[in-house]
């Protein structure tokens, strides 16, 4: 019996989450759950499944919360943090959103859990520190992003020397056949229109954008230790193929699954063994005819953008996430256009000085300077 915390477990990979533990009560108990301001359904989570401790995030709430349970409640980051540190647990799936996930990541790796993350934010920021802490500590970084867990699960193929590139796949959003001026008249509730997934403002944002996809480009480099120059993006709308493999003698692996993202989820808590599944099979006599297609970079900046920080190294990915979740924040209140989040993306990303090897101070550093950067030009 495997001891289970979800972080973010109000959110949509989080609800996710609770249902496959829910599947297998015999094997993982769920330890704790968190959440930033959704109180009303942590309240239910924690009636359904009575776990031991709970975090509220935003201080208000928390003093709001009733103390009716016998399950601990804590609040802040401090409460995040000795969650994922608790003796008892033995599994951390980080589902939170953003920056925010850094250090519950690390505070998981630091006491030596496994670490099931969908916050690819952390490994943007800090992934050089990440994997190495997993390393010091003996312990695993597993991937619950649909695309990485497909990469994870290709590379079994073959040697990490056999591997020529990884190939992500991106949905494409739902503007990629729009022109550049019509981009610039996008509205909120078009960008949060996905036409695939089902999932929060911000990442479905970063999705419209393309910027999600260059999160994972730098993620994958990290998780995988792949340089740059062979990490390849193509956009296939069905999202039928969650990414491929290509080894040098030219074959090409992938991973097909219908989009559903309890497949990632059950493969990450049970890896390395595979479970059966109640969910329907993939039938390839109904399915409609797979495409693919390269990003346009021109239209769609935000992932060339994401390769230029990689390129600059150190504190830049830092930078780059922080600088996007305010300026993902500003279209979504209204204050600048769909097309203004990589354009004032690039004169934050430009203006950076980088610092290179960073430690974490330096990168929670770097990650407030982008953030007061970002605003500012927000505000003028």
């Not at 080894?247 to 989820?265: H, N, R, T």
């Amino acid at each position: 019996m495997k001891n289970v915390v979800v972080l973010g477990s109000t959110g949509s990979i989080g609800k996710n989450a609770l249902e496959v533990l829910s599947l297998f009560p015999d094997r993982f108990r769920l330890f704790g759950i968190s959440t930033n301001i959704n109180i009303g359904l942590l309240e239910e989570q924690i009636r359904c499944f009575k776990p031991k401790m709970a975090v509220v995030m935003d201080g208000e709430n928390f003093q709001r919360f009733p103390r009716k349970y016998d399950t601990e409640i804590l609040s802040g980051m401090d409460g995040l943090k000795a969650l994922c540190s608790h003796p008892q647990v033995d599994l951390v799936i980080n589902a939170l959103v953003g920056s925010a996930g850094l250090l519950p990541s690390l505070e998981a790796l630091e006491s030596g859990k496994t670490l099931a993350t969908a916050n690819k934010e952390s490994l943007v920021m800090a992934g050089e520190l990440l994997i190495g802490k997993a390393k010091e500590k003996g312990t695993e970084i597993l991937p619950i992003d649909s695309e990485h867990s497909a990469i994870k699960q290709c590379l079994l193929s073959g040697k990490k020397e056999e591997v020529k590139r990884i190939i992500l796949t991106a949905s494409g959003g739902p503007f990629r056949g729009k022109s550049q001026e019509e981009l610039s008249d996008i509205t909120v509730a078009e960008a949060l229109a996905h036409p695939t997934w089902e999932m929060g403002k911000k990442i479905t944002i970063d999705s419209a954008s393309l910027m999600n996809k260059g999160l994972e480009v730098i993620e994958a480099r990290w998780l995988f230790d792949i340089p740059p120059d062979r990490i390849k993006v193509v956009i296939h709308p069905q999202s039928i193929v969650h990414s491929m493999v290509e080894f040098v003698d030219g074959s090409i692996i992938a991973q097909m699954s219908m989009p559903d993202m309890k497949l990632p989820l059950r493969y990450a808590l049970f890896y390395p063994q595979r479970v059966n599944s109640p969910n329907s099979s993939l039938d390839l006599t109904q399915t409609r005819p797979l495409t693919f297609f390269e990003p346009d970079f021109g239209k769609f900046p935000c992932l060339k953008l994401a390769y230029q920080a990689l390129e600059m190294g150190g504190t830049a990915p830092a930078v780059l996430n922080s600088a996007n979740e305010v300026l993902v924040n500003a279209f979504l209140s209204i204050r600048i256009k769909f097309t203004d989040i990589w354009s004032l993306l690039e004169k934050v990303l430009n203006r950076h000085k980088v610092k290179l090897n960073p430690n974490l101070d330096d990168i929670l550093k770097a990650d407030s300077w982008g953030r007061k950067t970002a605003e500012e030009l927000c505000s003028n």
